[in-house]
């Protein structure tokens, strides 16, 4: 089983609409978690960071869920602009190692 | 402020060649990493570096791959022979000191191995 797992998509979603991703995993010693954005042919860049106490920041919303270990991403209003693959990181307390999800494409259509 | 610096952004060998890249992190940031991108993947860590000291190396292929980071602050990976499932992009990160867990990525290294 993989540390993290992502639906692949890709999610083909119009203009304006919610989109939301899902994303687990096994390690429950897991203690850092984060949403990477990817541009195609771009390195990855931190989107948010997310929290317990689930975290927003503009249309982004970012939930944790320790109990199921599952993490979320939705994104509200939709814009062209956040065509993308949104990769799910995780990383363990004290280590700066992170590891990556699959990610998630989305493309935003017109 | 600068960002991670990579070269060459763009490589093309044939199998059992050798093939060296390098990485200039964020001046101050002591921490540096690099991982391996297969397309349609996430990135998968190859090695991390603490200063001039490996911290972690358990996923890079030694038979085949080596890096070295001599002064704590440039870095360079090798592959030495490519075989075809080389082919991917190589990504250079490096750790904000004071933001824990926040890694900055270079553009990237994509190597493709014929």
Redesign the interface.
């Known amino acids: 089983r993989k540390e993290?797992e992502q639906d692949?998509g890709p999610f083909n979603v119009p203009e304006g609409a919610t989109v939301a991703f899902n994303c687990t995993y096994s390690n429950s010693a897991s203690q850092?978690f984060?949403w990477y954005r990817q541009d195609c042919r771009?390195?990855?860049?931190?989107l948010m960071?997310v929290y317990s106490s689930g975290n927003e920041d503009g249309r982004f919303t970012a939930q944790l869920n320790r109990a199921s270990q599952y993490i979320s991403l939705l994104i509200r209003d939709s814009k062209l602009s956040d065509s993308a693959t949104y990769?799910c990181?995780v990383?363990h307390f004290g280590n700066?190692?992170?590891?990556?999800?699959?990610?998630t494409r989305l493309t935003i259509i017109p | 402020e600068a960002g991670v610096a990579q070269s060459p952004r763009y490589k093309i060998i044939e199998k059992r060649q050798s093939v060296a890249f390098w990485c200039n992190p964020i001046s101050g940031h002591a921490t540096l990493y690099w991982y391996q991108q297969i397309l349609g993947q996430g990135p998968k860590l190859l090695i991390q570096f603490q200063n001039n000291g490996v911290v972690d190396d358990s996923q890079l292929p030694k038979d085949r791959f080596s890096a070295e980071r001599l002064k704590g602050v440039d870095s360079t990976l090798k592959i030495q022979p490519a075989k075809l499932e080389d082919s991917a992009v190589y990504l250079c990160a490096s750790l904000h000191p004071a933001r824990g867990d926040t890694q900055y990525f270079g553009p990237g290294t994509r190597l493709l191995v014929l």
């Open positions: 993290v692949p850092s984060f771009k390195e990855p860049k931190l960071s990769l990181v990383s700066e190692k992170l590891t990556f999800g699959t990610g």
